[in-house]
């Protein structure tokens, strides 16, 4: 239970979407609603002896606790948490009542269905009130039929191709293997596709399911602008998923540094792995009852940004997230992991963030959104603790300055490496092995232009010669 100083705070804080407070005399309609929209909510805690933001405490505690557990039961149906308990704040009484995240069921007060927006306590609507019963396992959108919807509207090639690729499957048939898997399902002696089978086989998914798409962008800037590449991704979700897959080969920026041995190495802006590991979360995790926003994949000079409609489902919220394991769309889940496409079920979360640390990148940010989910990465480096920082090399902009000075591809891959490799230093031979299209007078070039611009500085002289970035000068000040 939350301990007494951080009741006070919360109090003084005022109401909010997770937390309430109630005086001892009132109404039982309040109570009822009060629990009901908590609950329908994201959990939450009550305080009971509560006047304004004062704390003034209750004359009967016993009873108060009565009148909270019968507002439990007349709840439908009866809402089971921890039973309220009586503290003591400043020497007063109070009843303080948890409500878990997460709770199993939707719930009602005379056929009425409420939830909080805020400190609000508001009907939801019919949409709202759908996605609820899907997202708390009342009604399964996945094993749902969709309307108009026949056997005919199956991909059967790419589901035979998904059930020969299953290990142990022996002689059971296709139909079989599907309705198992949860893609098909058997209503008055007659098959029909479930809406998983048709994101997951259908020959035309967007027929049915308008707006199942991916959109991806490519920006030239920090921001959005009118220079941009943009590609609409439709079809089935794994195929969604692969094409987005070429989107971010085509659309991500190559970074070549050099090992100490000189060797030539490419490596994307992110790790690809990461990247992939985000749109292949987006896709299988988004909300497909929301039909009016998809999948979105922008790629800014700065970041990455993979939304994806539908807030976190059941007890996952952005502070739990790395812990915290539920799955929205099961069936898609298991099909996807069946396919290659997700690994480890429930682990993408920490796989990114070990990934972006591997390559030296800041940490991803989780937002949740009103209508929707968003992680945010980017292709800066990870601050270095105060303890340990060290000496910052000039930073290199990818996009063809440095140092507000304009250098060409060439030019930025030999400051590139002089800041990456462990030697420090590029030679004429080293720039001409990375560009051997090149000729050697324009690699001498490239390297003189860059001691003119006052970037690099020439070490020695003729065949011994090598190039280093040259140091600020310090500054001296008389004593």
Request: glycine letters at 8%; a neutral charge.
């Amino acid at each position: 239970m939350t301990d007494p100083a951080d009741i006070k705070r919360r109090i003084a804080g005022g109401r909010t979407e997770t937390f309430d407070f109630l005086a001892e005399n009132a109404p039982t309609a309040q109570i009822e609603q009060t629990l009901l929209s908590l609950a329908n909510t994201h959990g939450g805690i009550v305080v009971f002896g509560v006047v304004g933001k004062s704390i003034v405490g209750l004359e009967d505690a016993e009873k108060g606790v009565d009148r909270l557990l019968k507002a439990m039961l007349r709840i439908t149906p009866p809402l089971i948490i921890p039973l309220p308990k009586a503290e003591e704040i400043d020497g007063k009484k109070v009843i303080i009542t948890e409500i878990p995240s997460g709770m199993p069921h939707v719930y009602a007060l005379d056929g009425t269905y409420l939830h909080r927006e805020g400190k609000d306590v508001i009907p939801l609507t019919p949409t709202e009130l759908r996605r609820l019963m899907i997202q708390r396992g009342e009604f399964s959108f996945e094993t749902s039929i969709p309307l108009n919807s026949s056997m005919e509207d199956i991909d059967w090639t790419k589901a035979r191709e998904y059930v020969k690729s299953l290990p142990g499957i022996g002689n059971n048939d296709i139909e079989s293997v599907l309705m198992n898997r949860g893609c098909l399902t058997r209503q008055e002696d007659k098959l029909y596709p479930t809406a998983a089978g048709i994101l997951l086989f259908g020959k035309n998914p967007q027929q049915f399911f308008p707006g199942t798409e991916i959109t991806a962008v490519r920006f030239a800037s920090e921001t959005m602008g009118d220079t941009f590449n943009r590609q609409d991704i439709r079809g089935t979700l794994p195929e969604q998923i692969q094409r987005a897959e070429t989107f971010l080969v085509d659309h991500l920026r190559k970074d070549v540094k050099l090992k100490e041995t000189m060797a030539r190495e490419e490596r994307f802006e992110y790790p690809m792995e990461a990247a992939r590991e985000l749109v292949v979360n987006a896709v299988a995790h988004r909300d497909y009852t929301i039909s009016g926003d998809g999948v979105r994949l922008y790629i800014f000079s700065n970041r990455m940004e993979v939304y994806s409609a539908g807030k976190l489902p059941g007890p996952v919220t952005v502070d739990n997230i790395k812990d915290e394991r539920f799955s929205r769309n099961p069936i898609l889940v298991q099909v996807l992991a069946d396919m290659g496409f997700i690994e480890r079920l429930g682990y993408g979360v920490d796989r990114v963030m070990e990934l972006m640390r591997q390559q030296n990148l800041r940490t991803p940010e989780f937002q949740e959104r009103r209508g929707g989910f968003q992680v945010v990465i980017y292709n800066e480096a990870a601050p270095i603790p105060q303890k340990e920082a060290k000496p910052q090399l000039p930073k290199i902009d990818l996009i063809g300055t440095y140092g507000g000075q304009e250098v060409n591809p060439r030019q930025e891959i030999a400051l590139n490496a002089l800041t990456t490799s462990g030697t420090g230093r590029i030679t004429n031979g080293d720039l001409k092995s990375l560009f051997p299209d090149v000729h050697p007078e324009t690699i001498r070039r490239d390297l003189a232009d860059l001691v003119q611009k006052d970037i690099l500085r020439k070490i020695g002289q003729k065949r011994g010669s090598y190039y280093v970035l040259k140091q600020p000068e310090k500054s001296t000040e008389k004593q």
